[in-house]
């Protein structure tokens, strides 16, 4: 009972602030709006009994909405949001898109025969999961990581148009980098 | 309702207090800094969380301090401003606010009002009832009781754009669209800013169509090439471990200072510079014991210390920085001072993370130095921030040796803290002078521990002609 | 090994961290009245020094609220109730002794996403007034998130290898012999250094700097200026009373139960932290990121490195 409770509270929360992002006209009104529907939806993953799951989306999803507040700060030095702005783009195509992606989930999940449970769920479905991705899978889990993590650093390396030669002249032999800010890694 | 009043004078047993010094008024400055903290006062940074308001020094008589009413709005009841001319009216003072806050928690006492200018309406409602306590000279004025009713205080100056209401945001999601009309701001922006930022009432006023009609950031290139946000922020003259009456007007994209100007406000003093007064003396031929100067100079430089400490976030050290500071101004016997004196410097120029943490901001070679008419410290040390410092320091210990020595002071010695007295200009014109440059391309908090190690007197501004009159 | 309380002690909670929070901010007052007024004459002066944040509280409940021009009012609201609610919420993880509020098998995971919170509620604080002090207060607090929460992360997570668990109860558990602190020294420290960051508080207080005016704080007056500087010592001493059962075993100590001893050993971390904000300046980000990155990361990955290969072989 407080379970079904517990989850239309959240459900309609997250649908609610759903639609208030579009709703907002302030950068980090409609953020906040996401990530509180993204919260909720963590809440409802977390009712299904995958805690990891779902504590994990409330970690993920607060560091990255504040991750976007460096860049209102970038493009929007006025605090607050004073500024009114339109946070809708391609309004026609995205609506067409998300109604088109909706009808077709629902129609999968009304249509689909959906198969009767077998076994039990699982005691602790954190090692489950990890067994899961971790057993059979490792190789590739390995190396998916290894590639996203090269993609991140050279995407870096690529957009900063200071290189090292910029940082510590053509010799590489500075003892302290030339930097517009220094750092307080090389003293 | 009797627990409830019992509740608020518990309350207010201690209030928060923020203290605005004008330039000129060092002295009352340092008597009230004393003060309050002999009383455990806890100090305000800002006028959002200070009951008493008060400002060391005259307000101007004719009207041009209005940013001192910016502050006013900014404080919530109960509230009370009082000014504080004399060095010794201090304790009086502080204890007529303190009187009338605890009367009543909806109080907004106005026993400094501004002085209306020619032609303009007063900022505050005057219905005369007078302020004026037990002792208290003649700081109360007419006690304007103002209630400006709603929560709503106008803290213009914080560039939040105005900006078009039509709801259409450039399709890239660039918000501060400044191509809407609205021309380069030019840096002149702050109407009565809620005091930390600058203060004039702007020399050109742009008719703003943004809500609280206030200025806008505009867009520029940042320094990777990037075209992004940029915004005027005036800065003073009422920071907290600012220098009395100085006004920068910085740009700033994120945190990176890209350009920086320096206005001070109108020195009103009518004697010599507090901080420079034993040498000059000297120089007109009184006899000054070398005791005095070097008490003189080691409290010049605490109190420098003593807001760079705090302005870099060492609170402990810049608190005892102060209470010795003012042991060197009292009577306090030299031998105790010299060594807490000496101690002090020592443990600061041991941190290795205030090394860390302040080497490489502002650096300053002395050839650059000389050429721009910066002598003392500033150019002894010849290096960045952390050197500055610890030319002070080292300048500490050695004022700190001569406590005991009755000699009278050479009349040819000019070396005031700051730098040499008998110059063209007063020291702190040359520091003021250097500043802009140094600014340019540090980070907000490194700009802030710049000011600090230059830490320019504004006292000094008016001393040049002042020296003439005296014949020096 | 580990039990949930009952129910009551979730409502017990909240108001058992806000006296411990003002138990160490009266410490800290008395401290730091000491380097402003010389050392206490007697003992009543003590108490009233140590009593000033208890003042300082009931001067902001019977100031009036104020809000500043085209604030975004909601957003500083929200950002205001979320530092204490987070702490809380970090809190319900905390065992005293070996009991806890609710110890989930995710506790590890749980008290880190709502120490995450706190960055959301930092930047809603600053940008909400419209000022661009306070702005400056909020963003810095992020780029704060940014150096510490990384090196962060891997410290709990070495304790969590340690115990082959993320319940907090069963880190506790895997302590009884030795205290997780004396074989991982390095994931120990840099917790203890992510906790003063995570609290924005002490070296770690550029936030809400003097240098900003008050940054994040800057326009906050009255009640909500009390809810936001009540927030961050509680979620100080949370922080501060994670360290026990992740590294300082818990409540295991001979002699004395266990309840008392979480509370000596959370005492005395505190007594650490006081320590370290009289000896140390307020760390600016552009000179510890390079700092976190470059020197805690690596650090803390060999750190679980060598955790990792003690588990294999046991």
Redesign the interface.
Known sequence: MLEHALFWVLAVLAAAAGVMVFRFDSMARATYALLTSLLCAGGVVMLLGLDYLGVVILLMMTVEMALMAVFMVMYMMNPAGLMPMSMLHNTKGAAVLCGAVFAALAAGILLAPWPARRGRPPADPTHDLGMSLMGPHMLTMMTLGMALFATIVGTVVLATRRGRYDRFGDDLKARRPDDPVPGGGRR | MDLRDR??R???????VMLVALPGATPVRLELEAEL??R?W?RS???????LLVVAGERDPIGEDSWLDGIWE?V???AVRLAVRHPGDAAAALDTGHRLLRED??TRHDLAPAVPPSGGESAAGRNGRPGGGRGERTDDGAGGHHDDGG??????G????????D???D?D?????QESGHGDSGGGDGDGD?G??GGHSSHETHEMS???G?P??ERAED????T????H?PLGPA???WPAGLILRLV?????VQRAGTETLPVRRRKDPFWDEPWLRAARGETVPRAEAARRRCAAHLDSLGRF?????????A??A??LRDGALSAEPGDRLREDVVSLARRVAR?R??R??T??LGPLPAAEARAAGVSGPAHTAGGDAYDRLLVWLDELGRAAGQFGDERPLARDDRTGPRGTLDGAAPPSRGLLDVLPGLLS??????A??VVASLDPDLDELTAADRREAAGV | MSETAPLWAAAVLPFALLALAAVTAGCGAAVSAAAERGPAGSARELTSRAAAPLREALRLLVQQPRTTTAADGALRRAGVALLPTAAVLAGAVLPLGFRSVTDPGVGIVWFNAMEVLAWAAVWLTGWGPNSALSLTGGYRFLAQGLAYELPHMLAITTAALGAESLRVGEVVARQEGLWFALWMPAAFAVYLLSAVAMAFWGPFGHPLGRDAAGGAAAELGGPARLVLLGGRWTLLVVAAGFAVPLFLGGGHGPLLPGWLWTLLKTAAVLAVLLAVRRALPAVRMERYTEFAWTVLVPLTLLQALAVAVVVLNR
Do not use: C, T, Y
Not at chain 2, 45 to 51: H, L, N, R, T, V
Not at chain 2, 151 to 156: L, N, S, V
Not at chain 2, 173 to 177: A, I, S
Not at chain 2, 252 to 256: A, K, S
């Open positions: 509740l608020r518990a309350a207010l047993s201690r209030p928060g903290r002999r455990g806890p940074e800002s006028p959002a969380a200070a009951d900014g919530p009841k109960p928690a909806g929560d709503q205080d106008d803290r213009g914080h560039n939040d754009h105005g900006g078009h209401s709801g259409q945001g399709p999601g660039q918000g501060g669209g809620g930390h930022g943004g809500p609280a206030l806008m950031a320094r990777d090439g990037l992004l946000d940029r915004l922020l920071l907290p471990d700033l994209q994120g945190d990176v400490l705090a302005v870099a976030g060492w609170d402990d050290p608190a005892r102060r209470r941190s993370a205030l860390l943490l080497a490489g391309g540090a980070e907000f908090a490194g802030r521990i």
